[in-house]
């Protein structure tokens, strides 16, 4: 499975948008883009994903780069409840697993 | 809207015993998975099923087994426990053609 590098940790302030970066270069044309995230003592949630296009749903808009090595996932006002580990993940076809590596552990300031 | 349930919610084993983890993934969900989480760590993919039939396989011990029954629910058997299994065991379930997983609540697993 292609690897993707996020940075361990980012800081945000209450009600400002967040910009999670994740690296993806080695990603090959079937594999989808998709997001995670996990809360304390929590199973991991789905966020977002996509495979050429820009997405948005309620939760988050997710900007995918044109030659989709890096990609965006955009959260417009932080809240306190998105403190949490977001995982950028690569799917291989749409029926792939997800492995999961090292996410950005997101702190919001109030 | 029901969402993956998992039993039970916490579990305590000594050494060497055996366990048992249920899975009810959501109502027409035909793909099931398993996943592994340590303290401080990120999961870890076990195994999936695919209509009853294992379909991948991660890092899964030969001392695990898993099956997915014809009600579409599944469980993790794990046997020999040591205290490294102690951990968080997630279930997920997926409807074949949207990609997007749900994940239960988990089962803690502590070995003494």
């Known amino acids: 499975d292609a690897k993707t590098t996020q940075p361990n940790s980012m800081e945000s302030n209450e009600e400002e948008p967040v910009h999670l970066p994740c690296n993806h270069s080695t990603i090959s044309g079937t594999d989808y883009i998709h997001w995670y995230r996990q809360l304390p003592s929590q199973g991991p949630e789905y966020v977002i994903h996509g495979l050429t296009s820009n997405v948005n749903n309620r939760m988050a808009s997710l900007a995918i780069a044109e030659d989709r090595k890096s990609s965006t996932l955009i959260l417009h006002r932080a809240t306190l409840r998105d403190a949490a580990v977001y995982y950028c993940?690569?799917?291989?076809?749409?029926?792939?697993?997800?492995?999961f590596g090292k996410g950005t552990k997101l702190s919001v300031k109030p | 809207a029901a969402g993956v349930i998992q039993s039970p919610r916490h579990l305590i084993k000594e050494k060497r015993e055996t366990a048992t983890l249920k899975c009810y993934p959501i109502p027409r969900h035909d793909t099931v998975y398993w996943y592994q989480q340590g303290p401080g760590q990120d999961p870890q993919f076990l195994i999936s099923?695919?209509?009853?039939?294992?379909?991948d396989k991660g890092s899964i011990p030969d001392r695990f087994s898993a099956q997915q029954f014809s009600d579409y629910h599944s469980e993790l058997n794990m046997s020999s426990l040591e205290l490294g299994d102690s951990a968080l065991y997630f279930c997920?379930?997926?409807?074949?053609?949207?990609?997007?997983?749900?994940f239960g609540e988990g089962s803690r697993l502590t070995v003494l």
């Open positions: 099923f695919y209509e009853k039939m294992q379909s």
């Open positions: 997920a379930s997926r409807r074949d053609e949207t990609g997007e997983l749900f």
């Open positions: 993940i690569l799917m291989r076809g749409s029926q792939g697993n997800l492995i």
